[in-house]
């Protein structure tokens, strides 16, 4: 099966339209020429008839019959039709074969005197009028019947002239559409061999916006997706990167513990088997935040919605943590009405839990002590929103907007004991936005961070 490019099929689709359109063209314009022409011609002939119905008329006067038109019908008729543009014909020999002249004649019985008048009504018949009264008719025969040499070569010499301009457009068709095809698929070529090196891993490839049409939205759309598998792949290389740091450190630590307990440089005693027992924890708190944030990418995290108080589920999370927060001497300060009317929202409780206890543990954790942490909740319309404000240490506010971003830390220096992995708020975004809500960070007027927590309420009934 023979293949043909794309150039050439546009290139043969514009041939093909513009040859249709040509060859309408001169089919319209063959049809105007002939029945323009045979219309000029008619009215010129319809012109001259009252001319020769007065010739007529007269010589009909002289004689008081038609008989000399039956005798001699060849001689009258022309002297009659030559009469008003100059001298008749004289003589009468050499009328015996006469050429065909383009009249009929009729008298006044509608019977013929010259001619062959066929189809009436084809003929534009006029009267012959003598004394008052009609004495017999005359007509032109339709021009299309009685072409004179001069005549037809006018109109070969039309047609002639029209063949030669389609040609000649069909030669200009040819000679142009096949550069104009090359150059309107030139950007598809391009975006095709980038799409190629895209395709083999090569993410930097861009192409160059030649255009402000569909070629060139096309181009703007590359270049775009092409700078999101650039920014992904950098992000994915980044997260394997951070991934692997995060466990070799805990990693590390246990191997260096457990080969000093085998060797016998440290003894097995509880606080040796606490340590061990603490890094295993850390270990697998790392792996579950993986776990989990792995999941809520994929979308199958499950959640279990149904109407839930957030008011009780925010104030439950609170109660639980108040110790950690009196043993590290940060003032918690609640501002939780217990009786909040029509504070539900159509969420998995599991899940608001595990988000408000990760905010509360990252304010914990790095929050200095002797600080303070207030937590309030507020209903705004149809939303309730729910407000973390700690005090110092505060997050630049340049690094503000990549708080939420995986294994992101403000300090990348800080221990790790007390700073996690920087999963907890990515996770807390992704739970946040299954539940059609938002999640913000904002400098806090504690001289900490503010993070806020915004979910809609639902109907809850009468």
Known sequence: MIRIGITYRLFLSILAATCAAILCMFLVMHWSINRGFLRYLDTMAQAGMESVSMNLARAYASHGNWDFLRAEPAYWVTRALHEHDGPAPSGRQGQLHPPRLPLVVLDANRRPLFGHPGKEDTIKYRPIIHSGSTVGYVGHLPPRQFLSPPQVQFLQHQKSALIAAVLGLVLVVVVFSLPLARRLIRPVRTIAAATRELASGRYAVRVPVTSSDELGQLAHAFNAMAG?????????????????????????????????????????????????????????????????????????????????????????????????????????????????????????????????????????????????????????????????????????AGEMDRLFDRLYRVETSRNRASGGAGLGLTICRNIVEAHEGTITASPSPLGGLLMRVSLPLVETGP
Not at 381 to 394: F, I, N, Q, R, Y
């Open 228 to 396: 999101a598998l650039e920014k992904n792949e950098k992000a994915r290389r980044q997260w394997v990167a951070d991934i692997s740091h995060e466990l070799r450190t805990p990693l590390a630590v246990l191997r260096g513990e457990i080969e000093a307990l085998m060797e016998g440089v440290r003894e097995t005693t509880p606080e040796a088997v606490r340590s061990l027992h603490s890094e295993v924890m850390r270990l697998h708190r790392l792996v579950d935040d993986l776990h989990q944030l792995t999941l809520s990418d994929l979308g199958a995290l499950t959640y279990r919605k149904e109407s839930v108080d957030l008011v009780e589920v925010l104030a439950d999370s609170v109660d639980a943590c108040e110790v950690e927060f009196d043993r590290k001497g940060i003032a918690l300060e609640k501002d939780i009405p217990r009786r909040q009317a029509a504070a539900h929202v159509f969420a998995d409780r599991e899940r608001l839990q595990q988000l408000f206890s990760n905010l509360l543990g990252n304010s914990l954790k790095y929050t200095d002590s002797g600080g303070r942490l207030v937590v309030r909740v507020r209903q705004d319309g149809a939303t309730m929103t729910v407000d973390l404000e700690d005090s110092a240490p505060a997050v630049p």
